[in-house]
Each structure stands twice: as structure tokens, then as C-alpha cells.
């Protein structure tokens, strides 16, 4: 089993930044994608980011340029860097881990005001 705890989310200015960290723990293994997904209200989940065990990164197109996913794999932590924020980034973002089922954290939630 694979515990997710994601932390670092709360209300912020448009504009702002935040950093989001994403700490695993049980029997997790660093040889595997992780992401960040988020959901607005009345929305489904979609992907933010995602980065591979060596470091390749993929971002949404709402994002990128504005947000940063990285990992330490000694840590066992994922983090998601959001700058330059925006009101329509609002909302829970959950971390994932993939191993024959996904994993997901109980979330954080960002706010971003206008």
C-alpha cells in the first residue's frame, strides 16, 4: 500500500505563488511516473503535471511556463512550484502514483482570488 499526503495548498492573490509537496510513504518505488491532477467544482479531474523516475516532465497548456513539477526520489516527494497564479487554477490538486492501480492523496486545496 501507498500512502499520498499533499500539503502547501491555501488562499493566494492572483499573481502569487505557492509550492505544493506531495509526500509518499508505504511501499512506494521511485520508478514511476508521478502527477499532479486538479478539480474545480463541478468539473472533472484533469492532469496538471506529470514527471517520469528520470525527470521528464509534461505540463497541461493552461500551465505551462507557470508551474514547475519536480521530485527527490531520496525523499520520496513530488513537488508542483505554481507561479504566477491565476483565479482559474482553483481547485483541489491531488498527487498520483501509478503501480497496477493509481494512488491518489486526500488533496489541497488552492485558491487563488482575483
Known amino acids: 500500500q501507498v500512502q499520498l499526503v499533499e500539503s502547501g495548498g491555501g488562499l493566494v492573490q492572483a499573481g502569487k505563488s505557492l509550492r505544493l509537496s506531495c509526500a509518499a510513504s508505504?511501499?512506494?518505488?521511485?520508478?514511476?511516473?508521478m502527477g499532479w491532477y486538479r478539480q474545480a467544482p463541478g468539473k472533472q479531474r484533469e492532469l496538471v503535471a506529470r514527471?517520469?523516475?528520470?525527470?521528464?516532465?509534461t505540463y497541461a497548456d493552461s500551465v505551462k511556463g507557470r508551474f514547475t513539477i519536480s521530485r527527490n526520489n531520496a525523499r520520496a516527494t513530488v513537488y508542483l512550484q505554481m507561479n504566477s497564479l491565476k483565479p482559474e487554477d482553483t481547485a483541489v490538486y491531488y498527487c498520483?502514483?501509478?503501480?497496477?492501480?493509481?494512488?491518489w492523496g486526500q488533496g489541497t486545496q488552492v485558491t487563488v482570488s482575483s
Open positions: 514527471i517520469t523516475s528520470g525527470g521528464a516532465t
Open positions: 508505504g511501499s512506494w518505488f521511485s520508478g514511476t511516473t
Open positions: 498520483n502514483y501509478r503501480n497496477f492501480r493509481d494512488y
